[in-house]
């Protein structure tokens, strides 16, 4: 089992429509989780980071589960810009450095 | 403020050819990064800096030297190229580990033949 699993996609959704987004890890002692956005050939930056409590930026709501080892990204209102790929990526854990990239999900937002 | 550049953008080697990829960051940032992408696997750690002079492995080291002679800098070096090498490798940088944003570089496209 890796230990960061994304659905790859491609999720394909009209503008305005709300998508979701779940990533799980197998590190039940991570801690630190984050969500990167990826466009086309292009590097990977920040989107937010996923607080334990949840957390909200504008379109965007990132959520932990920790009983459930699992963060989702739920995007609002879906734009054409929101066409990328979503990475997800769960830090810390034992055993010194650990910080792992999720594979991605590609979404696509049709007009 | 140029973040992180990476040089060169695009390189093909043949098999058994060896290069260097410069990865520069102008943000002062103690940690630095190289990564490769490959199709469906997502980004793999090859080796990872804490600060100036200091270099560690990480996931996929194997074929692949590091060096950080500069804090700025960070040197990633392929001895002799493999066609398994063929990748996006990206540099990224961050001011500490863990809960700190990693800056990315733009990548370069390798293609090994």
């Known amino acids: 089992r890796k230990e960061v699993e994304q659905d790859p996609g491609p999720f394909n959704v009209p503008e305005g429509a709300t998508v979701a987004f779940n990533c799980t890890y197998s590190?039940?002692?991570?801690?630190?989780f984050f969500w990167y956005r990826q466009d086309c050939r292009k590097e990977p930056k920040l989107l937010m980071s996923?607080?334990?409590s949840g957390n909200e930026d504008g379109r965007f709501t990132a959520q932990l589960n920790r009983a459930s080892q699992y963060i989702s990204l739920l995007i609002r209102d879906s734009k054409l810009s929101d066409s990328a790929t979503y990475l997800c990526v769960v830090n810390g854990g034992t055993g010194g450095f650990k910080t792992i990239f999720g594979a991605g999900t590609r979404l696509f937002v049709k007009a | 403020n140029a973040g992180v550049t990476q040089t060169p953008k695009f390189r093909v080697l043949k098999t058994g050819q060896s290069m260097t990829l410069l990865c520069a960051q102008d943000?002062?940032?103690?940690?630095m990064y190289w990564y490769r992408q490959d199709p469906g696997m997502g980004l793999r750690l090859i080796h990872y800096s804490v600060g100036e002079g200091t270099t560690a492995k990480g996931e996929v080291p194997d074929g692949y030297n590091v060096s950080r002679l500069k804090k700025q800098n960070f040197l990633l070096g392929l001895e002799s190229a493999a066609p398994s090498q063929t990748s996006v490798y990206f540099c990224?940088?961050?001011?500490?580990?863990?809960?700190?944003?990693?800056?990315f570089g733009p990548g370069t496209r390798l293609t090994v033949t």
């Open positions: 590190n039940s002692a991570s801690q630190s």
């Open positions: 943000m002062n940032h103690e940690y």
């Open positions: 990224a940088s961050s001011y500490s580990q863990g809960r700190y944003e990693q800056y």
């Open positions: 996923v607080y334990s």
